[in-house]
Nanobody, 118 residues
Framework: QVQLVESGGGLVQPGGSLRLSCLASGFTFSNYLMRWYRQAPGKERELVASITATGSRTNYADSVKGRFTISTDNGKNTVTLQMNSLKPEDTAVYFC???????????WGQGTQVTVSS
């Protein structure tokens, strides 16, 4: 059973940085996509960044380009989201997601709160 466990959320001042990590376990397939989503109160969940299993390709939402960096340590099944120059509008619950291509199935972590406030 696929499990995703996020860590690294918290409270930070505007302009600060946070690093989120997601440890994936319980699977043996190799063709998947790792993504970070976020959901702010009263808003829909939105895709923040994605990375292929090998780390060869990444994509970012326009709102975070140049500030956030997604990376993966494939050998440890870990995906990280480095968030710099944080803004109050980045405040949300951040969710780790694994998308299994072959069966078009999504797996979700429990989410971690990120609050950007002075």
């Amino acid at each position: 059973q696929v499990q995703l466990v996020e860590s690294g959320g918290g409270l930070v001042q505007p302009g600060g940085s946070l690093r989120l990590s997601c440890l994936a376990s319980g699977f043996t397939f190799s063709n998947y996509l790792m993504r970070w989503y976020r959901q702010a109160p009263g808003k829909e969940r939105e895709l923040v960044a994605s990375i292929t299993a090998t780390g060869s390709r990444t994509n970012y939402a326009d709102s975070v380009k140049g500030r956030f960096t997604i990376s993966t340590d494939n050998g440890k099944n870990t995906v990280t989201l480095q968030m710099n120059s944080l803004k109050p509008e980045d405040t949300a619950v951040y969710f780790c997601n694994l998308y299994q291509w072959v069966v078009a199935r999504n797996y979700w972590g429990q989410g971690t709160q990120v609050t950007v406030s002075s």
